[in-house]
């Protein structure tokens, strides 16, 4: 099994900065990406960036210039750092991770969720 936790998040003013982290522990072989979602009341879960081994980077329209998005491999985390943050931006912020797992006997992926954190953009 594994786990990722978040942190970071809070309240803050319009034109601030926030930096969500996010560190996956457990039977982890490798991590192939690793990424945030958001979501708004009354609205669907969105992605908001990703990062993916041998790939790159991927960021929402919305978020691009503003959000960036890092990994630190040696210690599985992946943080999101906000600036210039907008009530628009406010929502609940999921960690999402692709795993390898060893089961004892094969190997195996599977995607896991953080139980998300709050950010509100408000004056």
């Known amino acids: 099994q594994v786990q990722l936790v978040e942190s970071g998040g809070g309240l803050v003013q319009p034109g601030g900065s926030l930096r969500l982290s996010c560190a996956a522990s457990?039977?982890?072989?490798?991590?192939?990406?690793m990424g945030w979602y958001r979501q708004a009341p009354g609205k669907q879960r969105e992605l908001v960036a990703e990062?993916?081994?041998?790939?790159?980077?991927n960021y929402a329209d919305s978020v691009k210039g503003r959000f960036t998005i890092a990994r630190d491999n040696a210690k599985n985390t992946v943080y999101l750092q906000m600036n210039s943050l907008k009530p628009e931006d406010s929502a609940v912020y999921y960690c999402?991770?692709?795993?390898?797992?060893?089961?004892?006997?094969?190997?195996?992926?599977?995607?896991?969720w953080g139980q998300g954190t709050q950010v509100t953009v408000s004056s």
């Open positions: 990062n993916e081994n041998g790939v790159g980077t």
């Open positions: 999402n991770a692709l795993v390898n797992s060893y089961t004892g006997s094969r190997y195996i992926w599977n995607t896991y």
């Open positions: 457990g039977n982890i072989f490798s991590i192939s990406s």
